[in-house]
């Protein structure tokens, strides 16, 4: 099995670790020379301020709900990931850091362990050592564990948090759920292509034949389709 784990909003909430008062208030972190919108939190988002915003065009948006504005410290940022990574590397040997807020854990031989206990634990440590709420997805293989991952942070009031994909059935329904140009890997235009073809779904992806998927989308697109269907394939 592979978890998947993602720090929540992880610019505004490392912002929000140095001010506490900022929980449950709209928070938005600017890039270089404060452009465009690069962070937001579930309460900036719910105003409709979009990623990639221009900031000069949302000025009286961040007024008018009271926006608390930030400029990126990537010093910050990149010594709250080291210890994010660091916690979570305790809880297997098989660790790969996919980008600053996110990373693999395979979890081999961990057959007789309770993978929902263990994620709510990887959870708890994390918040309390660092502060940063994260999200665990765990599945048989990543693609099924980003998957897992985004039902997670979707409906955190029902998973806790934590969302495994252990048999068929969820597998499915989660497949079924999830929009083609949602799928991790699939380009906008790749996602443009298959919904012309009626494929709107990462179910309706996993019915293409291997030939087509290979003749189409070369072997990355093999990989994601075996994948998505629960076979290991990427490295």
């Not at 050592?129 to 990543?142: R, W």
């Not at 072997?219 to 389709?225: A, F, M, S, T």
Request: glycine residues 6%; aromatic residues 12%.
């Amino acid at each position: 099995m592979f978890a998947l784990i993602d720090c929540n909003n992880f610019y505004a909430s490392c912002e929000r670790v140095f001010r506490p008062d900022l929980n449950g208030k709209p928070v938005v972190v600017l890039s270089n020379n404060d452009g465009c919108v690069i962070a937001r939190s579930n309460e900036a988002k719910a105003v409709g301020i979009p990623m990639g915003a221009p900031a000069f065009e949302y000025e009286k948006v961040f007024r008018q709900y009271k926006v608390h504005v930030f400029s990126a410290n990537f010093a910050l940022y990149g010594d709250m990931s080291n210890r994010v990574m660091s916690i979570l590397s305790e809880y297997s040997p098989e660790m790969e850091i996919y980008s600053i807020d996110e990373c693999f854990l395979k979890f081999t031989g961990f057959d007789n362990f309770n993978l929902q206990e263990f994620g709510s634990q990887m959870r708890y440590k994390v918040k309390k050592c660092t502060g940063i709420p994260i999200s665990v997805g765990i599945a048989p293989s990543k693609a099924l564990a980003k998957l897992a991952n985004r039902i997670a942070k979707k409906y955190v009031e029902k998973t806790s948090g934590t969302y495994i994909i252990d048999n068929e059935d969820k597998r499915i329904k989660a497949l079924k759920w999830l929009k083609i140009e949602d799928v991790w890997g699939i380009g906008r235009q790749y996602a443009k292509k298959l919904k012309n073809l009626k494929v709107h779904t990462a179910y309706d992806f996993t019915q293409l034949s291997d030939e087509w998927v290979k003749k189409n989308m070369a072997i990355v697109g093999l990989r994601l389709k075996r994948d998505l269907q629960g076979i290991p394939t990427i490295s």
